[in-house]
Nanobody, 119 residues
């Protein structure tokens, strides 16, 4: 059974930092691309950062220069370092694991972790 378990969310003041983690089990972590999504109240879930199996990263414009995604294949864990947080970063953050198998996309989701940026 595949499980993705996020941790590290919480309440932080504007300008602060948080580090999210997502521990995966039940899959061969190294062959999955990983991503972080977030969903703010009343908004659609959005993709904010991805990291490929080779370690290449990509970010949505709103978090470039502030967030860093990384992975530790030995620990089957993906991280999201979030710096200089702003209130607009308030959302539930989800990690995602995905890979293509023939013509089908296998994708798994974590349960989400709440991040609240407020003074």
């Amino acid at each position: 059974q595949v499980q993705l378990v996020e941790a590290g969310g919480g309440l932080v003041q504007p300008g602060g930092s948080l580090r999210l983690s997502c521990a995966a089990s039940g899959l061969i972590f190294s062959i999955y691309a990983m991503g972080w999504y977030r969903q703010a109240p009343g908004k659609q879930r959005e993709l904010i950062a991805t990291i490929t199996t080779a370690g290449s990263t990509n970010y949505t414009d709103s978090v470039k220069g502030r967030f860093t995604i990384s992975r530790d294949n030995a620990e089957s864990t993906v991280y999201l370092q979030m710096n200089n947080l702003i209130p607009e970063d308030t959302a539930v953050y989800y990690c995602n694991a995905g890979r293509m198998v023939q013509h089908t996309t296998l994708t798994y989701w974590g349960q989400g972790t709440q991040v609240t940026v407020s003074s």
